[in-house]
């Protein structure tokens, strides 16, 4: 395979792929709740959360029922948190879903139910990382800030610096090079942040990128290459799902969703390693996911169980 050197870009001379990059954006964007006109800034932090790890095809109607049912910070911070994780359904990752429920406590109690506007206060709220919060300047304020999500990592790790991946970690150079990469200009920086995230998860996909359709091809120093191999292939194992313990404890999860409340033994018939079980609804009810009230096991600040025989049909909303 023959390589050719390509001479490493500059905020400067990223400035074609990034005309490029907006001028595709503006034909292929997706049209999602959340970038429509008039979203407030909470409706943009609620969808960064929901997205994280998760496709934005199943977040969607979720993102959309919590708008309609909560909202506000307010309203959020206002509901139990059994209704919050059962709203939650099958985001995956349920923890996010309570350290959301506190984000909106802090907001409406500090910030008299306005989502703050600066990264630094932003990333001082429950649950939020770098990345949300950057995001949360530039799409729901309007301001320059370096968002960097795995599409962006992967988009710059191919045309910029020639790779098929980025680092397994998020690497100090790697952040100092995507910031330098951000456009001057507010408008222009959050048009960079969301056409790249948009090219990265369209388009220059990790395991298929249409290089056939890629507006940049002609830039993309990856390419340029003659498309080098993966150099950390190894320690990029696919995770495996089946078995593990975040199965098990989704199995639970959505068993006390469904039915709002269960006695111990009837969790057996939800996985068959008894070990393994166990530990989960330990780590359950050491997250805050669940709580037991001796065998009784239910979501967090749901109302008592029934007594069996009186009530038949479960009770969380
Ligand atoms: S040419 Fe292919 S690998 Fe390079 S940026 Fe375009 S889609 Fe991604």
């Not at 994280?52 to 948190?81: E, I, K, S, Y």
């Not at 100090?172 to 969301?194: F, I, N, T, Y």
């Not at 190894?234 to 089946?242: G, L, N, S």
Request: aromatic letters at 6%; charged letters at 20%.
């Amino acid at each position: 395979m023959v390589r050719v050197s390509a001479p490493i870009p500059t905020a400067q001379t990223l400035v074609p792929v990034q005309t490029e990059l907006a001028l595709w954006f503006g034909r292929n964007a997706r049209d999602l709740p959340w970038r429509r006109r008039g979203t407030s800034a909470w409706g943009v932090l609620l969808s960064e959360v929901m997205s994280q790890q998760t496709p934005v095809a199943r977040v969607a109607p979720l993102w959309q029922r919590w708008m309609d049912r909560w909202p506000t910070p307010a309203d959020v911070a206002g509901a139990p948190r059994a209704q919050i994780l059962k709203e939650w359904a099958n985001l995956g990752y349920p923890r996010r879903a309570l350290r959301l429920h506190e984000c909106a406590g802090v907001i409406t109690a500090q910030y008299g139910g306005e989502v703050p506007s600066t990264v630094e206060e932003l990333r001082a709220l429950p649950g939020i990382g770098e990345y949300t919060a950057a995001a949360v300047v530039a799409f729901a304020f309007g301001r320059r800030s370096s968002v960097v999500d795995t599409n962006v990592r992967r988009v710059l790790a191919r045309v910029v610096e020639g790779k098929a991946l980025p680092s397994p970690s998020y690497s100090a150079v790697e952040r100092r090079l995507a910031q330098s990469l951000v456009p001057h200009g507010d408008d222009e920086a959050a048009l960079w942040a969301v056409s790249s995230m948009e090219f990265g998860a369209l388009i220059c996909t990790a395991r298929a990128p249409q290089c056939g359709l890629c507006p940049v091809q002609k830039h993309c120093a990856w390419r340029l290459a003659g498309y080098p191999v993966d150099e950390h292939a190894d320690a990029r194992r696919p995770q495996r799902f089946e078995g593990t313990d975040r199965q098990v404890r989704g199995k639970v999860m959505r068993y006390l969703r469904d039915n709002g409340f269960a006695q111990r033994r009837e969790l057996d018939g939800v996985w068959p390693d008894a070990a393994q079980l166990e530990s989960c609804i330990v780590s359950l009810i050491v997250d805050g996911l669940i709580e037991n009230d001796g065998d009784v096991l239910h979501l967090p600040d749901a109302p008592p169980p029934p007594v069996r025989g009186v009530v038949t049909s479960p009770v969380v909303h």
